[in-house]
Nanobody
Framework: QVQLVESGGGLVQAGDSLRLSCASS????????MGWFRQAPGKDREFVSA???????????YYADSVKGRFTISRDNAKNTVYLQMNSLKPEDTAVYYC?????????????????WGQGTQVTVSS
């Protein structure tokens, strides 16, 4: 069983930065692909970013077009933690951000690929 705990959300102004963290309790963290999703009020949960497992080969990263160039995902296997560095935040980035984990390799952009989820952390960007 994998337990995920997100932190780092908050209220910021447009143009500011935030770094989200997601700590995993799993003993095989490096063998999990980690993803970040977000859900705004009244909208479906959507893919933000993912970083593939790093136990076999070097990790690859993926981003939604809406965050490409502004957000950076990374992982620290020694700390069992995945990060999402969010720069140049916009009001449309306002959402609850969820961390997710999976041993699957595809499709990374779909919520159903990930069996493990955190409780979410709120990010609010004011204009």
């Amino acid at each position: 069983q994998v337990q995920l705990v997100e932190s780092g959300g908050g209220l910021v102004q447009a143009g500011d930065s935030l770094r989200l963290s997601c700590a995993s309790s799993g003993r095989t963290f490096s063998s999990h692909t980690m993803g970040w999703f977000r859900q705004a009020p009244g909208k479906d949960r959507e893919f933000v970013s993912a970083i593939t497992r790093s136990d076999i080969s070097r990790s690859s990263t993926y981003y939604a077009d809406s965050v490409k160039g502004r957000f950076t995902i990374s992982r620290d296997n020694a700390k069992n933690t995945v990060y999402l560095q969010m720069n140049s935040l916009k009001p449309e980035d306002t959402a609850v951000y969820y961390c997710a984990a999976t041993v699957a390799t595809v499709p990374l952009l779909r919520t159903h690929t990930y069996p493990y989820w955190g409780q979410g952390t709120q990010v609010t960007v004011s204009s």
